[in-house]
């Protein structure tokens, strides 16, 4: 199976675990039994796929800051089509298809299935994901949909009218998000939710692109990206294709979008460090802090805490956030990198403190900074700092200064962990120039 | 006026603000309209007191544990009677009293009063301790409370049931906490709250101390503290003595010992950074942490965050917290100290990092550890280091490394700032020796 995970931007619907730079998919939410861990939605969805079809191959269609993340919980084993910047979603499938063909040399008559990285779901779900790659290489249509079984009238999907109630049928239309009234009508005739996942031969999608767009190949697709016109898939290409089929899901499938809605998908109340009192009532708490939450007497609330902030939210409410969270100019606190992640543990007047973890073998870009002088305090594991050149070895308890204007960077050996004090009157993440590294 | 404060040990309630170390009087809640900022409850007594008398004589009875935070926030001109240990309120109020006669030189028959430093009054409270020395020493009786009279029937105070509707009265009798409808019944004969406020001549308690008690003068009773039995105040004087009066007051007057009486006393709904939603009703937040704290459709509650922990609770149920939190084995993320203060802003494992205050003037202890290094980044403010006998000067941006044994102490001449970053395989505040400092 050819599967194209979408995996979308950053949001902050899910503030304070999402930030400007941590999408949603990267949140660790649900327990892996097996390994008595946590694991994010893109690592859930990952291993299901696997384990369903280990010889899937994989591609996360995705902007390049998303990346480093990727990497970093699923592994570099996994095909990455990167857009180098947002064209809406007919650009982003023609990339990603192109890629499949151009470089990862998928043939042009295999099924390619395409789906968002963030519906939460079963094995069974990849497993009518498989079905769909194979009805559409049969070529009875040229895309074939998947239509999810409404299990309430709901008012934010879009629907597809299918020919009949028979598994696979035709599909007659599409209707966009009804009311409550026309919804239980549409359902009464048999519609299905749109999940906006789809599969087709890769020629079909290849085609159509090289009808709209100008390119030879996946790299020339890829540099010139940035001119292509923003045009979605359903405007591109589902609304001008007459032979399109739908298959029924009737499985569990579930939009996480919300905390309301994700809290629902949690196996157990809290994660992190809490305390409920038995007055609470259908309270969830998610903390990524050291210390602990304690919740008393609360009925229908979800609290979150991270670096960034705080959110004590009514479940029912939970959905309205944005504009407030959008209205916080705020610092970024935690981000995940190539190399590890940081996290600010500090914020003064002329300096910031921030404690770094490096992965093993990882290295941070080497760097130099005009307006600000730096301090590493190694506090465990070990590596080799390169400070203007000079290659030192360094473990726990070791400190390096870094004036201004120094260029420097540390390759960790082990996972390694320091605490980065920086001083100086202007503190700001554009205050950065990067080099490359003759590292011997 | 000679004003004896009592100020209690910590306690949790008001966690996660108060901890082990902090008690809730040094709890910054109250705005200052003057100065723009906020104030704890012991700051905001002492000026209440200054304002209508600024000659009064106060002197704080406490532990020795809160002699800095009543530095530090109060300044060193206010008397403080150390209890070396706790031994119930007679021996508090005897080693206080005999600290003011013996080296406040306080005359044996001008008056004492006594009252609690926490309860949320205005300066007619003050108005009135006054009123209730100057009746003291009349001498009509040789104690005079203060009752307070009831806005409710109170279950959880004490009673005075005075002998006329007076405003002086002599008492006829004390009841207990009551239920209910003795309460009422109380109240319809006109009986009033036991605030634990009283004066008497500085010499009726000093002949009552020396009944029970062997001693010579205040040194003598401070050096034999620990030796001394504990007996409450109430048993050893009150219940003996058949001449007390009592005079009404009638103004505001509220225990702040709960989070839901304390939000009551708020002028703001909102203190430090927080966003409530238009749906939230009957909502305070109380946030120290740098980070943003956001509210939706929540109603009767009370969010709390502090490097220790956050609260989030139902107002009613937040009088219940104590079992929760003293369940909590918690690592203290924060204090003040007689220099300063810290915060703990990193735990790992082999590391702690600590943001450390110093103030203008003040050094912290000469001090050594055995099984950590410690790396000092001083991020703002100058002073000097003294390490093994030896001065160095210091600003922001410079680092001094103190391996395991190493003697060290930083002199700050303006406020200073430090990220201390403590690296070895156990780390303990045990770990610790101190020595006496030669600084030139």
């Known amino acids: 199976m050819n599967l194209v995970l979408l995996s979308g931007g950053s949001g902050k619907r899910l503030w304070p675990l999402s930030n400007d730079i941590r999408s949603k998919q990267f949140i660790k939410f649900f327990k892996n039994e097996e390994k008595g861990e946590y694991e994010s939605m893109i690592q859930l969805v990952y291993r299901q796929i696997k384990n369903i079809d280990k010889d899937a191959k994989v591609t996360i269609a995705t902007s390049k800051t998303q990346v480093a993340s990727i990497y970093n919980q699923i592994g570099e084993d996994v095909g990455v089509s990167i857009e180098p910047c947002r064209r809406d979603t007919f650009p982003a499938i023609a990339l990603a298809t192109s890629y499949l063909h151009d470089v990862q040399g998928v043939p042009e008559d295999e099924a390619v299935v395409v789906c968002p990285v963030d519906p939460y779901v079963h094995e069974d779900y990849f497993e009518a994901l498989k079905e769909l790659g194979l009805q559409a290489e049969k070529g009875e249509a040229n895309l074939v949909l998947m ?11 879009g629907y597809i009218i299918p020919e009949s109630k028979d598994n696979t049928s035709f599909v007659k239309e599409f209707k966009e998000k009804p009311d409550l009234e026309t919804a239980k009508n549409y359902i009464s005739q048999g519609a299905l ?5 789809f599969a087709y031969k890769l020629k079909y999608v290849l ?3 090289h009808e709209l767009i100008d390119f030879t190949d996946y790299q020339d697709l890829f540099e010139k990206y940035e001119t292509l016109t923003k045009i979605s898939f359903d405007y591109a290409v589902v609304e001008k294709e007459d032979k399109i089929q739908v298959q029924r899901f009737s499985g569990e499938w579930k939009d996480l979008g919300t905390w309301n809605t994700l809290t629902e998908a949690m196996e157990e109340t809290t994660i992190g460090k809490a305390i409920l009192n038995d007055k609470c009532e259908n309270v969830h708490v998610v903390n990524e802090l050291g210390v602990p939450v ?3 007497g609360l009925k229908d609330v979800v609290v979150s805490a991270s670096a960034q902030g705080i959110l004590v939210s009514d479940k029912e409410q939970s959905s309205y956030i944005k504009p407030y969270v959008d209205g916080l100019d ?5 981000a995940d990198k190539a190399w590890g992640s940081f996290k600010v543990i500090d914020v003064d007047s002329g300096s910031m403190t921030i404690k770094v973890t490096l992965n ?13 002088n730096e301090i590493w305090n190694v506090i465990s594991g070990d590596g080799i700092a390169v400070i203007d050149g000079m290659e030192t070895p360094v473990k726990a308890g070791d400190v390096i200064t870094m004036e201004a204007g120094c260029k420097h960077t540390i ?10 004090v920086q001083v ?16 011997k």
């Not at 239509?147 to 999907?157: A, L, Q, V």
């Not at 939710?193 to 996942?197: A, E, P, S």
């Not at 705020?330 to 935690?334: N, P």
């Not at 990882?362 to 130099?368: E, I, T, W």
């Open 147 to 157: 239509g999810i079984e409404p299990t309430y009238p709901s008012e934010k999907y």
């Open 193 to 197: 939710w749109n999940g906006g996942v």
């Open 330 to 334: 705020e610092q970024i606190m935690f």
């Open 424 to 439: 100086g009157e202007e503190i700001n993440t554009e205050d950065k120039h990067k080099y490359e590294l003759e590292y």
């Open 360 to 372: 093993p073998g990882h290295k941070m870009n080497y760097h130099s900074h005009d307006l600000r």
């Open 294 to 296: 304690v919740c008393m």
């Open 207 to 209: 085609d159509r692109a």
């Open 411 to 420: 390759i960790a050996n082990t996972e390694l962990h320091l605490i980065e």
